[in-house]
């Protein structure tokens, strides 16, 4: 590997605020279970593609980074040009083990990500990491810090999202807490120097207004650098008052996909329904983003 390029900054999937407002569509296994509980069926590849292109047609223009993944779309969308000017491209740098209908497992590099696919244009890499304490937790670690030096020498921003899980042991003697996981993950891991620290929303979004803000200050007090809030495991209609919260209690912003578009898969017109449902969502996003969120260079 040659010298490290000069990395981009956090402006290059920020708004002019230096907030940033995200959409992620790099889902896979989990995309085709979404389909068959909506009850389209499991999809073919072309669908799956073709949801995620109109996606990014709807939404893109409203974001400042939009998450895509090799296996379905990344090509045909970089190929399309649907990214405008002001919307950087993330790549998912992450090879999931999961079986089908299941939630992701682990992970590892995708190194066909990092040393076969063409990267031009890719502002970020994307690494999501299965936080548990168990036998594992030193290789998840050491994945991490992999990632983000993998990133750097092809000099792109590194986004790392760590997903806390119990382990077994903590579900049946009922010790498992939540917000305090999502804590140690980012005490752990914020450290290892990722450019943005992508958290779960702290108690799952279920909260009112000012306990959801604390718990976002006691997060970023943990996090070292610029972090944002994903939409995983939140109800849809809450992600909005969680998103404020959050940019109140020291977030940048989001980087989100479900609580934009989930009932909007197996629609018989998505685009049509993309226009009705997930634009006003994501302005409304944008619009606390711009008003409430921690500038990135503030964090």
């Given at each position: 590997m040659t010298a490290a390029a000069s990395a981009p900054t956090l402006d290059a999937i920020a708004r002019p605020s230096g907030g940033l407002a995200m959409v992620a569509m790099d889902q896979r296994e989990s995309l085709s279970t979404m389909f068959d509980q909506a009850g389209a069926g499991r999809p073919d590849r072309d669908a799956i593609v073709r949801f995620k292109l109109d996606v990014a047609r709807a939404l893109a223009p409203l974001a400042s980074g939009f998450l895509i993944d090799r296996h379905y779309g990344f090509e045909d969308m970089r190929a399309g040009g649907l990214l405008p000017p002001g919307c950087g491209l993330i790549l998912a740098a992450d090879a999931l083990e999961q079986e089908e209908g299941g939630p992701v497992e682990e992970t590892s590099l995708d190194r066909v990500v990092l040393d076969e696919t063409d990267l031009g244009g890719v502002a970020a890499l994307k690494l999501l990491v299965i936080w548990r304490r168990d036998a594992h937790r030193e290789q998840r670690v050491a994945l991490a810090e992999r990632f983000v030096a993998a990133a750097r020498e092809r000099g792109l921003l590194s986004v790392l999202e760590p997903v806390v899980r119990a382990t077994p042991a903590e579900q049946r003697d009922g010790s498992w807490d939540l917000d305090a996981a999502i804590r140690e993950a980012a005490s752990e891991l914020?450290?290892?120097?990722?450019?943005?620290?992508?958290?779960?929303?702290?108690?799952?979004?279920?909260?009112?207004?000012?306990?959801?803000?604390?718990?976002?200050?006691?997060?970023?007090?943990?996090?070292?650098?610029?972090?944002?809030?994903?939409?995983?495991?939140?109800?849809?209609?809450?992600?909005?008052?969680?998103?404020?919260?959050?940019?109140?209690?020291?977030?940048?912003?989001?980087?989100?996909?479900?609580?934009?578009?989930?009932?909007?898969?197996?629609?018989?017109?998505?685009?049509?329904?993309?226009?009705?449902?997930?634009?006003?969502?994501?302005?409304?996003?944008?619009?606390?983003?711009?008003?409430?969120?921690?500038?990135?260079?503030?964090?």
């Open positions: 914020s450290p290892l120097g990722p450019s943005l620290y992508k958290a779960q929303v702290p108690s799952a979004g279920v909260g009112s207004p000012e306990e959801l803000q604390h718990l976002s200050e006691l997060l970023g007090a943990r996090i070292q650098g610029p972090w944002v809030v994903l939409s995983q495991g939140v109800d849809r209609d809450s992600f909005l008052a969680a998103v404020t919260a959050a940019c109140r209690g020291g977030a940048s912003g989001f980087l989100a996909g479900r609580a934009l578009w989930s009932d909007v898969v197996g629609r018989p017109d998505v685009p049509a329904a993309l226009a009705a449902v997930s634009v006003p969502r994501l302005e409304r996003l944008v619009e606390v983003v711009d008003a409430e969120a921690r500038p990135w260079r503030q964090a």
